[in-house]
């Protein structure tokens, strides 16, 4: 089993156990804070499950049909889950807004702050688990999760504040206001992600770091005359670079330039991890011709 499969199944163990915790919690204090929370951790369930079908079937090897892999599955995945956070945005706003109007206050602020505390705990001890994975693999879908899991974190321990305010100073319609902010706070971080995703489905470039380490990297031949066209993308895990280079030596030997070729390529590809490169080999700079095909697009 993959590093990413592990890590969802323990991500979605932890989510139920968690769901299981606040609900309890709920029923005995009817904290909208805690309700807030339990939701958040019913969408981290379906979330991390709806990933382990997404790595599934990403994993998959190329076929006759898809000869770039299955990695592009995760858009749709990507999709789905942002309606989901959206709708669980606006249930959050609407059931802390009725809680304000109705005046439905918290009565039982111990029992919520013990639960809460051992959340956070939990939740703690998951995301280190799950940064590591995410460190090890750069898996983006790992990456989501681990956004998930922090932002639960943060909002735990918001959580806990707002139940001791309540249990000091007397204040208890701080519960919902809480929730609420946390609500536009998980909308904050969702259409960052989403942002991500798109970055990602538009086929964006690579960092300039690693565009300026790949000009380097081939201008340090002193058999290149230049270089062109240039181009980078990132698809889930995988960078894409291509480009062509010009010899000064138009009479260059096959063999010497694809030497130089393959020079270039393996420091790429250890500077740039889960990389692919593709280098065209040029005797003569045609990125100056207005009839070349290759740059009409360009």
Known sequence: MSPEKKAVITASFTAVLLIAIKTAAWIMTWSMAILTSAIDST???FVSMMNFFAIKK?????????NY???KIEWFWALFEWIIIFISWLSIIYFSAEKIINNDVLQKTDESIYVMIISVIITFLLVKFLAKTA???NSLIIKSDLLHYKTDLITNFWIIISLIIIKLLDFPVIDPIISIAIAFYIMYW???IFKEWIDMLMDRAIEDKYIDFIKNTVLEHKEIESFHLLKTRKSWKKIFVEFHIVFINPEISLRIAHTISDEIETKVLNEISNSE???????FDDSN???NPKFKNV
């Open 135 to 137: 460190k090890e693999t």
């Open 43 to 45: 969408l981290d369930f």
């Open 277 to 283: 490169v593709m280098i065209h080999l040029d005797y």
């Open 289 to 291: 011709e207005p009839n």
């Open 69 to 71: 892999w299955h990695w």
């Open 58 to 66: 990403s994993e998959e090897p190329v076929d006759q049909d898809h």
């Open 190 to 192: 969702s259409i960052e």
